[in-house]
């Protein structure tokens, strides 16, 4: 997915989809989510000053437990105290589920409440005395963080991502095995990818037959779905429309889903369909070595800008600069945008584990654009690349 920002909303008609896929293969979820991040989340707390997490439904809840708890108006919320053990607050209508969840295993006490009790008062009540600063996950909902503030009325919030990205953005090995399983499900769609772009077909036509083709593929959603044929392909958030594809256009194919395991697959390619202008070619070519260069250049110690700068600065080379408008990538792991971001002005270095999109893209409006995207995982002496289907381009029969 482009490296610009938060995920597109569904416009012109949803290609997402929800489904059961074919087994893959997967980790235990013991090994995803075993039970001393809890520990490292207590500490991390701790150093930061913090008296207290509170973590609701989400990413960082699944992180920390293997919950993927249903975002709704009941509070639900892991607890995680500096000073005390954590414990997990649900509906009680929803205490089987968390209990049944890998959260269960942990050993953490889950606690239930009923439809009259006051949740909020209730963790206010378990905090240790005389808590002055509390930090709440990034994706809260301003109604439980301003119910929290009522209830803790002398505390201070702050954001838990500051303190939970930095755990996240180092994969373990297990979450490695994940993502790699994530990529050779995502490459199986790309090699697939004759079967449905042809001329005479619209957009959202293909985006429909992908959207199956990435459940079938091993996911258990598909999270987004970008077909960008001709000029569409310069908008790289695009997402689908009823342009009928025609001979010689290029293409932007951009897809990802999530596993049954909860991680993310995002790879992009370009296609053509038909023989594309020469100016395009060129243009591809130029796009497809700054690529290249960029997941090679993937080591430990290199910073987030400078691995930005290996493709920017052969793209702007060129003479395409102006026309490479977002950052070279986005962290992946159980959400498709989350730390490491690959941009400039970040001098963060990379590190083993840290997984993240590297994808560079050309974009001339009203003509075409190109993307080429690889999910790299940083490993000890250099780097891996997780999606290994070719980035040639791939030129279909018209």
């Known amino acids: 997915m482009p490296g610009g920002g938060d995920l597109p909303a569904l416009r012109g008609g949803a290609v997402y989809r929800r489904g059961v896929s074919e087994s893959t293969g997967t980790t235990g979820a013991a090994e995803l989510f075993p039970p001393e991040r809890l520990a490292r989340a207590r500490r991390a707390a701790e150093d930061a000053g913090l008296d207290a997490l509170l973590v609701s439904p989400g990413a960082d809840l699944r992180y920390l437990t293997g919950y993927q708890a249903l975002p709704l108006e009941r509070l639900t919320c892991l607890v995680v105290p500096a000073a005390a053990d954590p414990f997990l607050v649900v509906p009680a209508l929803e205490k089987a589920a968390a209990e049944a969840s890998p959260a269960g295993a942990l050993g953490v006490e889950i606690v239930g409440f009923g439809e009259t009790d006051d949740a909020y008062a209730l963790i206010a009540r378990r905090l240790p005395p005389h808590v002055t600063l509390f930090s709440v996950d990034n994706q809260m909902w301003a109604e439980k963080l301003l119910a929290f503030q009522a209830a803790l009325p002398a505390a201070q919030a702050g954001l838990a991502g500051d303190v939970l990205s930095v755990l996240r953005m180092r994969k373990s090995p297990a979450e490695v095995e994940a993502l790699r399983r994530a990529g050779a499900a ?84 370009t ?57 070279t990538g986005h962290g992946i792991g159980l959400e498709t945008h989350e730390e490491p ?9 990379l590190e083993p584990g840290m997984a993240f999109s590297v994808e560079p893209g050309i974009y001339l409006p009203g003509r075409f654009g190109a993307r080429i995207e690889d999910i790299a995982v940083c490993t000890e002496d250099g780097g891996e690349r997780l999606n290994l289907t070719g980035r040639d381009l791939v030129v279909l029969p018209a």
């Open 271 to 327: 296609y053509a369909v038909g023989e594309p202008p020469a100016a395009f070619r060129e243009l591809y070519e130029v796009l497809r070595v700054a690529q290249g260069a960029q997941t090679d250049a993937v080591r430990p110690g290199i910073t987030a800008e400078e691995l930005d700068a290996v493709g920017r600065d052969r793209i702007a080379a060129a003479g395409y600069g102006e026309h490479f408008i977002h950052r």
């Open 186 to 269: 995502i490459d199986r769609v790309h090699r697939r990818m004759g079967e449905w772009l042809r001329p005479g077909r619209t957009e959202r036509e293909i985006a429909r037959d992908i959207a199956d083709a990435i459940l079938a593929a091993g996911h258990a959603t598909v999270d987004f779905v970008i077909v960008g044929s001709g000029p569409n392909g310069a908008s790289p958030h695009h997402e689908v429309s009823d342009r009928v594809v025609k001979a010689g256009d290029p293409v932007v194919v951009d897809i990802g889903g999530t596993t049954p395991e909860g991680y993310c697959s995002d790879s992009t390619r």
């Open 341 to 349: 971001y690959i941009v400039s002005g970040s001098a963060r270095p």
